[in-house]
Structures are given as structure tokens and as C-alpha cells.
């Protein structure tokens, strides 16, 4: 974490300059990961927050929570050299950038999903919508705002904006009461 911290790149990591660093053998090292690749993969692993606690009272209050995670996620990455390292390193390298998706966006990816299908179960949801665009379209708006556009604010609010007006044209349309 200290050298990515100091902005090292992947590439000039070393298990040998990696124990130096933690004051310990390379040895130890070894002991635990088998080279830097799965090293660094454990690293980013530690440097992202825990998935949300989900209240689970409607599909929009979790949707809420999970994009209000992404925005607070945004924000540290923004602030934080050891995120915006890990990030191009994961980039550079399709093996890490492959475990990084497969341990940390596949798992959130697949919550979102179970979220937006019990909410087509409960009647939330419009029962004709493609629930993988629908993600793309919730988690995309917010991703959008944190990586492309690092000018743009990441405001309070924000994911309930997000949420709120995606979901007025993919909710099911209710028949006026008589």
C-alpha cells in the first residue's frame, strides 16, 4: 500500500522491494501470494469499502444505496493516489483488471440485478425491461460523473436524482383511479 501510495507502478514492483519496504523476507512474502499480480489484486481488494447494507424497503431505497455508495466511492477516488493508482495498474493489466472485475465489480453487478428483479417481481419495475441495460443505465449515470467527468460535481443528492429519473420512465404506467 505504501508504494502505491507513492505512486510506484506495477511494473517496477518487486516481491524483493515489496518485503523491503514491510521490513520483512522475501519469504514471507511468498508464503501468502504467489507473485505481485495476486499481491496487488489483494491490495485493491483491501482498498475498496464494504458493499452497503441494503434496507431492502423498495427497489428504489436499496438503488439509492448502492449508487450513494458508488458517488462516496467516487469521491475517495478522487481524492486518493493509491485509487487512482490502482485503478491504471488494474487497466494495464488484463489478468488483474480480470480478477478486479471478477472479485469486486461481478458481485455488485449481480446485487444490482437481484435488486431490479424483485422489483420487476413486486411490480416496481416494468416487467418488459432488459434488467442488464437497466443497470448499465442506474450504474452508468454515476460512473459516468466519478471517471469521465472529473469536473463534474458528485453532489449530496445525486444518486436519489439518478435513481428517481430513471425509474419515472421505467416504472410500470398505472391506470388513472376511476
Not at 478522487?78 to 487497466?91: C, D, E, L, P, T
Not at 417481481?121 to 448499465?136: C, F, H, M, P, S
Amino acid at each position: 500500500m505504501k508504494l502505491l501510495e507513492d505512486g510506484v507502478p506495477l511494473a517496477d514492483l518487486s516481491i524483493e522491494r515489496v518485503a523491503r519496504t514491510a521490513g520483512v523476507g522475501k519469504a514471507t512474502i511468498y508464503r501468502r501470494w504467489s507473485g505481485k499480480e495476486e499481491l496487488f489484486v489483494d491490495v485493491m481488494r483491501a482498498a475498496e469499502p464494504p458493499d452497503p447494507q441494503l434496507p431492502g424497503t423498495s427497489m428504489r431505497d436499496d438503488l439509492v444505496v448502492m449508487l450513494e455508495t458508488l458517488r462516496r466511492r467516487g469521491l475517495a477516488s478522487r481524492s486518493s493516489a493509491i485509487m487512482h493508482n490502482v485503478y491504471v495498474q488494474a487497466k494495464c493489466s488484463p489478468r488483474i483488471w480480470a480478477a478486479y472485475e471478477a472479485n469486486v465489480i461481478a458481485p455488485r453487478r449481480a446485487l444490482t440485478l437481484d435488486v431490479l428483479r424483485r422489483g420487476q417481481r413486486d411490480g416496481e419495475l416494468r416487467t418488459d425491461i432488459d434488467v442488464e441495460l437497466a443497470n448499465d443505465m442506474f450504474v452508468g449515470a454515476m460512473l459516468v460523473r466519478t471517471v469521465l467527468r472529473p469536473d463534474a460535481g458528485l453532489p449530496e443528492g445525486l444518486a436519489e436524482e439518478i435513481v428517481d429519473t430513471l425509474l419515472a420512465g421505467l416504472r410500470p404506467v398505472r391506470p388513472p383511479a376511476q
